[in-house]
């Protein structure tokens, strides 16, 4: 008598899966320039006018912004990858259909991590030779790429984030939701501008904010953060991607 036995996915295809998951959604971004091109262009837009030309010949300010609209530009693939999008794959049944399909439960979610850790990359390297070849920012290769990898893993926190909005909100409703986290937190955070130019009430609450927790993180790479440990910043970023996945995880099960 013959006997079947199932198997698990070897290693090799399983990883293909992914990598298809990811290339589809890369695909999907490119069809979208609405959300592809203001989220690389918006920081680089908004550093060459705060950072290089109202700060023309201040290298200080010039590094400071370049660290923190470094941070505002990867909120955003996190914040409106998952946010929006997954409230509009939940309204349209996409992530039903996705279910239904014989690939790995979190592959979709995966890819759009990848995606939005695409971006950051992105976003990281345009303001990095934006404020190395217009605002005079002195930076070293080590610099640069210590901010790099601030860049691209500080994405994660607000991809948890954007996943648990993206549970929450209607499609039609995410974009709304999500600008109202995101705005508010970047001025709270200093990312537009240093906190000690705002009243003192923002820097005593800023520690309540993943966003300045990872501006900090940025500013400690270019020798203008304000000398709180390392493993803080680390950690309650930690806590928050870990929080927010939970959350998450638990709303897409129910339904």
Not at 65 to 86: E, N, R
Not at 135 to 147: D, K, Y
Request: with cysteine.
């Amino acid at each position: 008598m013959n006997t079947f036995t199932a198997s698990a996915p070897r290693a090799p295809a399983l990883l293909g899966v992914y990598a298809r998951e990811a290339r589809y959604e890369f695909i999907r971004l490119l069809r979208t320039p609405s959300f592809a091109l203001p989220t690389m262009i918006f920081p680089l837009m908004f550093y060459l006018l705060f950072g290089v030309l109202l700060h023309h010949g201040n290298p200080g300010a010039s590094q400071y912004l370049m660290a923190s609209y470094s941070v505002f530009g990867v909120m955003g693939p996190g914040l409106f990858g998952f946010g929006v999008s997954l409230a509009l794959d939940r309204e349209r049944g996409l992530l039903t259909l996705k279910r239904a399909l014989p690939v790995p439960a979190g592959a979709p979610l995966v890819a759009k991590m990848v995606m939005a850790m695409v971006f950051a990359v992105c976003i990281g390297v345009l303001l990095i030779l934006a404020g190395r070849l217009l605002g005079g920012v002195p930076l070293t290769l080590a610099q640069m790429g210590t901010l790099l990898l601030v860049d691209v893993l500080g994405v994660l926190p607000f991809c948890a984030l954007g996943l648990l909005i993206g549970t929450l909100v209607s499609g039609s409703g995410a974009p709304a939701v999500v600008n109202l986290v995101y705005l508010p937190l970047a001025l709270l955070s200093g990312l537009w501008l240093p906190l000690s130019m705002l009243p003192p009430l923002f820097a005593q609450i800023a520690p309540l904010w993943p966003a300045w927790h990872l501006a900090q993180l940025a500013l400690k790479v270019v020798g203008q953060d304000s000398g709180h440990a390392l493993w803080l910043h680390v950690s309650v970023l930690g806590a928050v991607t870990v929080a927010c996945f939970a959350l998450a995880q638990r709303r897409l099960r129910r339904g």
